[in-house]
């Protein structure tokens, strides 16, 4: 397979002009966003027969990309660069592990509830795979665009998948300038896009609340927190373990098997249904290859941050997870810590393994652990890691999750004058239609 940091787009790499003081006022400024967020609270409105939910999570990505945007109007000692922005990029890489670790945690107290979901697990992710295609390929084909849209609309544009175009096709390729744009779309807009879209399709009372969380597992953490958070604010409190497992479970299944299942089965159905239809659709546009050119460039080599920006990363979303848990849930910093505290060391610990064993696939076999750790009973600290960690609130930590997410994102979004509306429309049509389409799959179970 070719060489991921050939393929991959530009995951942060770390900028000389990035000092230890520049990492403090990011780390602040952060915290500033996460309390700011959580200080605007949970706001609704109506949208048609539907409601709309937005988040404290929501407004921490809005509040991070707007004050990464209007860098040059910001004060200088509260200014996040370019450099900054690239290194929360890597930051959220490595934040991410605490947010697995949770998920895991849930996942492995709720495993009577996930393994009642059966079957339902197994075949959403056929709904993942072929939703994206079902709905954003015919729109993309009458809009005119061209062989990027195989590279759009296969799946949702996470670092897999870009892998596999760019082995296939090439990144400078069509396909491949296609799923940089899906990729960019949705790193930048998605988490706000499947916010609002899951939180309306929740409103409107017509899905099993199990179905909509298997939908949420969407592969990419953030994006299943954004789903998972509005789903969760219109349930009821009691039932929120159970559907943040399962779209856990959900979640985890879609990032083991379906790297295989869109190389295999959905790609190639994509391009076989391209070389179908667009002779048929695309004559209703006369729209020229769509021009992204300039995006084959976007790409960057792949450096991973060292161990102790890591330890950086796990700190602040630690200290921003205790802040929402503290501002929105009422529960005493002391014991937020605690529970932070154990997350971290699970995650410090797989780390740790991972470096004796570069080969180690750090995600699932720190979903594998967490997971095991969370069964009650089952090792002789498991009891106390659930009684430690039980108190942290799964929104708490989407809050810091996409402050960083914000600022990391707020380079790229002058990209999109070279993407046009058209390949942003189809990216978030996939989007759209990977959640819709688990979610109808799993309905059937239901």
């Not at 400078?172 to 609002?196: C, D, N, Q």
Request: charged content about 10%.
């Amino acid at each position: 397979m070719a060489d991921t940091a050939a393929i991959l787009p530009a995951t942060p790499t770390v900028s000389t002009d990035v000092t230890g003081i520049g990492k403090c006022k990011l780390f602040i400024v952060v915290l500033i966003v996460v309390a700011l967020a959580e200080a605007i609270g949970q706001t609704s409105f109506k949208l048609g027969p539907g409601q709309v939910v937005l988040l404290p999570m929501l407004w921490a990505l809005l509040v991070a990309a707007t004050w990464g945007i209007a860098q040059r109007y910001v004060p200088g000692y509260a200014r996040i660069t370019t450099g900054l922005q690239s290194y929360a990029g890597g930051l959220l890489n490595a934040g991410l592990l605490l947010f697995i670790v949770k998920l895991g945690l849930t996942v492995g107290g709720a495993l009577p509830e996930v393994r009642q979901a059966g079957w339902a697990l197994v075949f959403q992710e056929f709904g993942h795979a072929f939703g994206t295609l079902l709905l954003a390929l015919p729109l993309a084909l009458l809009l005119g665009i061209k062989r990027e849209a195989v590279g759009a609309t296969f799946s949702v544009g996470r670092e897999g998948n870009l892998v596999i175009i760019g082995e296939k096709y090439g990144m400078a390729s069509p396909e491949g300038r296609g799923v940089l744009a899906e990729y960019i779309t949705g790193t930048v807009l998605g988490a706000l896009f499947i916010t609002v879209f899951a939180g309306f399709i929740t409103s409107l009372g017509i899905f099993d609340p199990r179905s909509l969380a298997m939908g949420a597992g969407v592969g990419s953490g953030s994006l299943m927190a954004a789903a998972m958070g509005a789903i969760a604010a219109q349930q009821p409190a009691e039932l929120v373990p159970q559907l943040t497992a399962i779209a856990a479970a959900a979640n985890l299944i879609t990032v083991v098997f379906g790297f295989y299942f869109t190389l295999f089965l959905s790609l190639p159905a994509t391009s076989w249904l391209y070389n179908k239809f667009e002779p048929i659709l695309g004559r209703f546009s006369k729209r020229k290859q769509i021009e992204t050119a300039e995006l084959a460039g976007a790409g960057g080599e792949m450096k991973e941050l060292p161990f102790t920006d890591k330890a950086v990363s796990w700190m602040l979303i630690a200290v921003g997870a205790t802040l929402g848990n503290w501002l929105s849930f009422e529960v005493a910093p002391v014991r937020s810590l605690t529970g932070m505290a154990v997350i971290v060391a699970i995650v410090a610990i797989v780390e740790v393994v991972k470096r004796l064993i570069p080969k180690m696939p750090m995600i699932l076999v720190l979903s594998i652990v967490a997971t095991a750790v969370g069964v009650p009973g089952l090792f002789p600290f498991s009891d106390t890691v659930i009684a430690l960690t039980r108190e942290l609130n799964f929104l708490a930590f989407t809050t810091p999750v996409l402050a960083i997410a914000g600022f990391s994102v707020a380079k790229d979004l002058p990209i999109f004058r070279q993407l046009g509306w058209r390949i942003v429309v189809v990216s978030l049509t996939a989007t759209a239609g990977t959640f819709l389409g688990a979610t109808l799959v799993a309905e059937l179970f239901h």
